[in-house]
């Protein structure tokens, strides 16, 4: 039972990337039929000094650009951190699983600690436990 | 040297009493501005001799303009008009007329000033920037929609020049002059000259 678990667990997340491939892909593509991106168009352009109104406006404007950037930022730092927070969960068959090899509270683990701890479980257990890990951010090299 | 040459052929008007003739240099080519111009976000520019030339035929017939403190542009501010442009080496050069007997005071002042003292400025619509990221913008397409007349310093381009010519506008301006004497001098040179209304073009590498 567990075992299926794992295994529509891992099938889920096989087909999630999947996915994403597929949609970058059709990014990638729409990227290079487009012109370059850093290409641009000015609607009015005079070869004058610009006035001391027009320095005040462009500085308004940097202005603002920066206050929405910087809200922006904060807003994906906000976002970042709950993903994170939210990303911790392990399913309970994969943490019954650890327990099982004596790996009770994980926060991170490195992956030859896990290989080595985890020689009690059959490859796609290991295979299914270490997606799960990954998917979780709890995994490092 | 390269020469690409483009004008109106007026009809001659001898002592036109509302034509008085002018050359200048409107901007270079191939080379940074001095200093960023207005609507370029802060950016100095370079306009591509390629998209100069594309663009000679937009500058012809286009107005020259004034602004009172001879600071900037003042589009309203119409005061003579552009009949001939020519890029020569990396400068885009026009000349034309100003309406002289409608603008006492502007030709009051052009006279009075020193002629290093004053500088042209171009307006452009819809200038295509090959990379808006870039420190320094490389327009590779634009078009002229006027120029102005201002003082030298309040100019983008350092090395913009404007003069009053000696004589009253005519249908050959002494740039002109200039340019077919020189291709009189060489061989292998076409010049012809076309109708009042139609435009006329040199070119040679």
Redesign the interface.
Known sequence: METENIFASLGESIERLSSAATLLERTVTWLEQRE?V??????????????QS?LLE?ERELRRKLEAAEQQIAELRAQSSRAVAARQTLPASTTQLLAKQGISMVDSIQAGALDAALTGLSLEQRIAVKAQLLRAGMLTQ | MRLEAMAITMPEVADHPNRTSFEGVLTVVDEASTRPPSGARGHRVILTREAARTALPSLLGMAVDYAPKWDGHDARAKCGIITEADVLGNQLRVSGYLFGRDFPDVMQQLRRSDADHMGMSYELADAHVADMRAEVWTLTRATFTGAAILLREKAAYRNTSFRLAASRCRSSSPQRERAGARLAARSGWRFEKQSFGQTQTRKES
């Open positions: 370059p850093t290409a641009g168009a000015v609607e009015k352009m005079t070869a004058a000094v610009e006035s027009e462009r």
